[in-house]
C-alpha cells in the first residue's frame, strides 16, 4: 500500500478517508490511500484494509466535538459508515481510529474483548 505519510499534529494537507463495513459486531474498516500516520501503517493489510475492528460511533463524535474539528459521516443504507476529515481534523480522526485499533480485537478473528467505549 502506497500512503503518504505527514509527521505533526498540524497537517493542512492531510485527508483521510475511512469506509466503514459492519461484519457482525466488529468492523472492516478501509482507508483510501492518501494520507496515514506512520503509527497507522502496520495495522491496514497490502489493500488498506483492517479487520476486524471495534468502533464506537458516538465516542468518536464526542472527541471531535471536543477538540473542535469537523469531520463528514455518512452512513449508507446499507449501515455501512463513511468517515472523511481533512487537515487536524485528519489527525483527531487518526488518533481515535488507534484507539480503537488499541481496543483489542486484532488478528482476523473475535476475540471476547469488551468494546471499551
Known amino acids: 500500500?502506497?500512503?503518504e505519510t505527514h509527521n505533526?499534529?498540524?497537517n493542512t494537507g492531510a485527508l483521510l478517508n475511512l469506509f466503514c463495513v459492519p461484519v457482525?459486531?466488529?468492523w472492516r474498516v478501509h482507508v483510501r490511500?492518501?494520507?496515514l500516520p506512520?503509527?497507522?501503517h502496520s495495522v491496514f493489510d497490502e489493500h488498506g484494509e483492517a479487520y476486524p475492528v471495534l468502533l464506537d460511533f458516538e465516542d468518536?463524535?464526542?472527541q471531535m466535538a471536543s477538540k473542535k474539528q469537523v469531520f463528514e459521516k455518512h452512513v449508507t443504507r446499507a449501515?455501512?459508515?463513511e468517515l472523511t476529515a481533512s487537515g487536524s481534523a485528519a489527525t483527531a480522526l487518526a488518533v481515535?481510529?488507534?484507539t480503537a485499533f488499541a481496543s483489542g480485537v486484532r488478528d482476523g478473528h473475535r476475540s471476547s474483548t469488551p468494546n471499551a467505549g
Open 1 to 3: 500500500m502506497n500512503l
Open 8 to 10: 505533526g499534529h498540524q
Open 24 to 26: 457482525g459486531e466488529v
Open 33 to 35: 490511500p492518501t494520507w
Open 38 to 40: 506512520r503509527y497507522l
Open 60 to 62: 468518536l463524535e464526542r
Open 79 to 81: 449501515g455501512a459508515v
Open 96 to 98: 481515535w481510529l488507534s
